[in-house]
């Protein structure tokens, strides 16, 4: 019975002329699903300097990729963007468990130019997690600076508008902003239980920012040290 293909979800978070670079790269190697959005970082300066993220403008995308060919991307993007130097920018891959096959078999599969050199991403992102908190809109600075003090060193902010029914907010008794923000703070798991309590104490459903906080997987990170 032949081996069940895993996927992945690459994500870059980087300054807009080295997303540019990452772009190029992509098309070069086909990489047919992907998208991109404009982000604002939430690190203080020298945190951002001390992650190589720069400005607080930054760029992502994210991508379908098979597990092979997410690892290869990542190494790539390490080499052909200097992942880890000053103003580059960082990437990781989220573990996927299912979708639509069609859209799978667009996924194309990257013949890795490298055997080996992949370095220890594989054991950093399994010690590694992304915390996301949905929260009303202007709320995004609450969440930080709740996370910083429980050991969160910066987040990624993205802009996002509610849909669907009105089910879920009537049980919980509230009134949901349809605009919303997403932070997105990457977190070792050591620290993830403390850093999402004290998200929720401060932001949770029942404050001002009536925040969900969720966390979900890393599998690989590439530009952190």
């Known amino acids: 019975m032949p081996e069940k293909k895993l996927y992945r979800i690459v994500i870059l978070i980087a300054n807009p002329d080295v997303a540019e670079k990452a772009e190029r790269y992509l098309s070069e190697i086909d990489a047919h ?58 990437a990781f891959t989220i573990p996927i468990s299912g979708g639509v096959e069609s ?8 013949e890795s130019e490298e055997e080996s050199g992949g370095g220890n991403m ?21 969440v930080m600076k709740a996370a910083r003090p429980a050991g969160a060193t910066g987040g990624t902010v993205f802009h996002s508008r509610r849909l669907g029914n009105e089910t879920a907010t009537k049980l919980l008794g509230i009134s949901i902003q349809e605009e919303r923000e997403v932070v997105m703070i990457l977190a070792r798991n050591s620290r993830k239980k403390e850093i999402m309590e004290a998200i929720n104490a401060s932001c ?13 997987p890393i599998a690989d990170i590439e530009g952190i040290g």
């Not at 203080?44 to 092979?68: C, E, P, Q, R, V």
């Not at 859209?103 to 990257?110: A, E, P, Q």
């Open 33 to 90: 699903i992907q998208y991109r959005m404009n982000v604002q970082g939430t690190a203080s300066s020298d945190i951002m300097n001390m992650f190589g993220l720069g400005t607080s403008d930054k760029t992502m995308i994210a991508m379908l990729a098979s597990d092979k060919s997410a690892s290869h991307m990542l190494r790539s993007f390490r080499k052909r963007l200097y992942l880890g130097m000053p103003n580059t920018g960082i």
């Open 103 to 110: 859209i799978f078999s667009l996924v194309n599969d990257i």
């Open 122 to 142: 594989a054991e950093e992102g399994r010690d590694s997690c992304m915390i996301l908190t949905i929260v009303n809109q202007g709320s995004s600075d609450d």
């Open 204 to 216: 949770g459903i029942s404050s001002d920012a009536q925040g969900i906080v969720f966390s979900v």
